[in-house]
């Protein structure tokens, strides 16, 4: 943590061996970042979807055993692709298996190819998407705490499910991506530990008050939820036209890649963070 600035990273999760993949888990952690994440993903989103890519709480389990400091998760775990009592056996089993360091991201999910390719249920939209998000996480939120959990929803229905052994942290965190104003911002003031977004200093300022108004309708104290950023960056120690060449050749060789990264010298990256 750095002026009171928590700052974690998510390596480019395509396209990529395992070796590699591990390495870089160590390396951030050596570095000392807070957090380290992947993608939750069966098919690359950027560029060629033929490419490799591997499993997101699988990646996390590998990660687990070359890193001893940082939290561990996805950013953001797809609500679709499994079963949300599972998801919450999977984050406990990943909290153990990394001594109390996993925290459980999720979020309604949204690449329509990979659950095409994989059968799995894409919904009529992303509102049902959203509504089947919120059942999971009242689900997943009651067995993190030691509940048994019994869900009568329209989307999911278990029966006095129970999650032991417990996590090792007394709270293990879910942290929910999206910033929908009338379903996601009110699952997360109901639920959530903490809040992923991204976009400019205006956008998130606008989203962030949606949120305050969400909890103070659930009577949720809006200082219990971490709020999270993500942003691209690329760190250069050469000069501004350099930084741009690089940023281009990036892009040449990821098509479809439309979210502009922060160009510069680590410390103008810092720089550019004081805004939030």
Not at 60 to 72: N, P, R, S
Not at 139 to 164: E, F, H, Q, S
Not at 242 to 259: L, T
Request: aromatic share 10%.
């Amino acid at each position: 943590m750095a002026n009171g600035i928590k700052v974690g990273v998510l390596p480019w999760g395509q396209n990529v061996d395992w070796p590699s993949l591990r390495d870089t888990g160590r390396r951030a952690d050596e570095l000392g970042y807070d957090s380290l994440w992947t993608w939750d993903h069966l098919y690359p989103i950027q560029g060629d979807w033929r490419r490799p890519i591997f499993e997101g709480y699988m990646t996390l389990a590998g990660w687990a055993g070359v890193t001893k400091k940082v939290t561990l998760g996805l950013m953001v775990g797809a609500n679709t692709f499994r079963n949300p009592a599972l998801t919450a056996k999977l984050a406990t089993t990943l909290d153990h298996m990394s001594d109390g360091r996993a925290i459980l991201g999720i979020g309604g999910a949204w690449f329509e190819r990979e659950h095409e390719a994989y059968g799995i249920e894409f919904g009529s939209g992303f509102g049902e998407r959203l509504d089947w998000l919120d059942e999971a996480v009242e689900i997943m939120r009651a067995m993190l705490d030691g509940k048994p959990a019994t869900a009568r929803g329209p989307r999911y229905k278990t029966k006095n499910v129970r999650n032991d052994p417990p996590p090792i942290q007394k709270r293990l965190p879910i942290l929910i991506g999206g910033d929908g104003e009338k379903k996601t911002l009110h699952t997360v003031a109901k639920y959530a530990d903490a809040w992923n977004t991204g976009g400019d200093i205006d956008f998130v300022r606008h989203k962030d008050e949606v949120l305050r108004q969400w909890c103070e309708r659930v009577g949720r104290n809006e200082a219990e939820i971490e709020r999270t950023l993500g942003l691209g960056g690329l760190v250069i120690r050469d000069s501004a036209a350099e930084a741009k060449k690089v940023d281009a050749k990036f892009r040449e060789r990821h098509p479809g890649y439309d979210d502009p990264p922060k160009l510069g010298s680590a410390e103008q990256i810092a720089d550019s963070l004081a805004p939030f």
